[in-house]
C-alpha cells in the first residue's frame, strides 16, 4: 500500500470509479413497469377495444405510474449549508428515473387519441428512455435522434423498449431540427419542445406545482431547478399561477434556475439583464459528462423562464461540473438519495444566492431528478 493509502487518501483510481459512480446516468424501473402494466397495455393495443376503453386504459398506467414523487425535508443538508425548510423533490421515482415522464406519456396519449401511429423526438438520453416507454405502452412506433458526439449511456435502454436510433452529426439542437421535420414530413407525432405541443407540456410539469401545494398546503417561497430548454421550470410556474388564481396559494414562489457555467442562453440572459433569451456560440459550447443534460445553445422555452424569473423576483446562476459532482455526493452522503450531478444545479443556485444575500426563514423546494437502480 502506498503512502497516500496509508494516509487514508484516495488514488487515482478510487477517485475516477467514484466518479463514473456519480455521474452514472439515470435510471427507473422501466422493466419492472412494462411487466406490471401488461394487461392495461393488452387493451391499449387491442384494436377491437374503443378508443374511449384505450384512452382509459392509458390514463390508468398515468395515475397509476407517473408523478406523486417523493418531497422530503433535507434536515443534513439544511445544517450543512445553513438554511432552514430544504425539500427536495425528488423525480427518480418516475418510471424512468426521472421528471420527462409527465411529458413523455401525457404525449403518448395525446398521440393515441389523435391517431398518430408513431412518434419523434431528439434526446441526449433521459427523455429518449420516458418516451421510448411511453410508446410502448401506447402501441406507438419510436424514432430517437440523438447525437453522434453525445454520451448518453441509456441507448440499449431504449432500443430494449423497441425505440429506432438514429444518431446524426451535429449538436442536440440540430438533432431537435431534424426530428422535426422528419414528423412533419412523414405525419408522425412531434414529441420535441417548441412545437405544437408547448402548451401540453407545460401543463403536464405544472402537475409538480400542484403535487408541492397538496404536501405543503401553501407555495414555498423559492422552487429551485435545473434548466436546459427551459420546459420543466416553466411549466412548474405555469403551475403555481394556476393555483394562486384559483386561490389555493398565498402566494407564486420565486423562481430560481441553475445550470452549466456559460452554457445556458437562460442564466445568461438574466445574469447579463438581456431582454430576452438570446443564443450563444454553439462552436464555444463543450459537453461533459457532467454537463449534458443541462448545455445548450438555444433554449427553446428559455422565455419563458426568463420572464418567470423576473415577474417573480427570482434568480439564476451557473453551476460548475466540480460543484455538482460535490452536491451529488452531498446530497447522496447526507440524505441517502442517489441523483444525476446535473441535477443538482438548482440547490447550487439556491445555496449561492443564500451566500450572498440571506434567504429569509421560510420554505424552499428544490428539484432533483435521476437516480441509479
Known amino acids: 500500500m502506498d503512502n497516500n493509502n496509508q494516509n487514508g487518501k484516495k488514488d487515482s483510481r478510487e477517485i475516477e470509479h467514484e466518479v463514473l459512480e456519480l455521474i452514472d446516468g439515470a435510471s427507473g424501473e422501466v422493466a419492472e413497469v412494462t411487466r406490471e402494466l401488461q394487461p392495461l397495455r393488452e387493451i391499449i393495443l387491442d384494436n377491437e377495444s374503443s378508443l374511449e376503453e384505450r384512452l382509459e386504459a392509458y390514463e390508468d398506467i398515468i395515475d397509476s405510474q407517473v408523478g406523486d414523487t417523493t418531497l422530503m425535508r433535507a434536515r443534513n443538508i439544511e445544517r450543512e449549508v445553513g438554511l432552514r425548510q430544504i425539500f427536495l423533490k425528488f423525480e427518480g ?13 401525457d404525449q403518448a396519449m395525446d398521440a393515441l387519441r389523435r391517431g398518430f401511429d408513431a412518434i419523434t423526438l431528439a434526446t441526449c438520453g433521459n427523455y429518449g428512455v420516458a418516451v421510448a416507454l411511453g410508446a410502448l405502452l401506447a402501441g406507438l412506433k419510436c424514432i430517437i435522434y440523438i447525437p453522434q458526439s453525445y454520451h448518453t449511456s441509456r441507448v440499449k435502454e431504449m432500443t430494449d423498449l423497441g425505440a429506432e ?4 452529426p ?48 401553501d407555495a414555498p417561497f423559492a422552487v429551485a431547478a435545473p434548466v436546459s430548454n427551459g420546459t420543466t421550470l416553466a411549466g412548474i410556474y405555469k403551475g403555481f399561477v394556476s393555483l394562486s388564481r384559483r386561490g389555493k396559494t398565498s402566494r407564486i414562489p420565486k423562481i430560481a434556475a441553475g445550470s452549466s457555467f456559460r452554457k445556458n442562453p437562460i442564466v445568461h440572459a438574466y445574469l447579463n ?31 419563458y423562464v426568463l420572464d418567470a424569473i423576473r415577474e417573480t423576483g427570482g434568480w439564476a446562476g451557473y453551476a460548475s461540473d466540480k460543484k455538482m459532482m460535490a452536491f451529488a455526493k452531498l446530497i447522496r452522503d447526507r440524505e441517502g438519495l442517489s441523483v444525476v450531478p446535473a441535477s443538482t444545479a438548482g440547490l447550487i443556485a439556491l445555496i449561492e444566492h443564500h451566500k450572498k444575500d440571506p434567504l429569509p426563514n421560510d420554505r424552499y423546494v428544490v428539484i432533483l431528478t435521476g437516480r441509479k437502480s
Open 93 to 105: 421515482g418516475n418510471p424512468s428515473g426521472t421528471q420527462k415522464d409527465r411529458i413523455a406519456f
Open 165 to 168: 436510433i438514429r444518431r446524426i
Open 170 to 217: 451535429g449538436d442536440y439542437e440540430k438533432a431537435v431540427e431534424v426530428s422535426s421535420e422528419f414528423a412533419q414530413k412523414e405525419e408522425v407525432y412531434d414529441a420535441n419542445p417548441g412545437g405544437a405541443n408547448t402548451a401540453l407540456q407545460l401543463k403536464s410539469y405544472g402537475q409538480i406545482a400542484y403535487e408541492i401545494y397538496d404536501e405543503l398546503r
Open 273 to 303: 439583464n438581456l431582454p430576452n433569451c438570446s443564443d450563444l456560440e454553439a462552436a464555444k459550447i463543450r459537453e461533459t459528462k457532467v454537463n449534458e443534460p443541462l448545455i445548450n445553445w438555444h433554449s427553446i422555452d428559455g422565455d
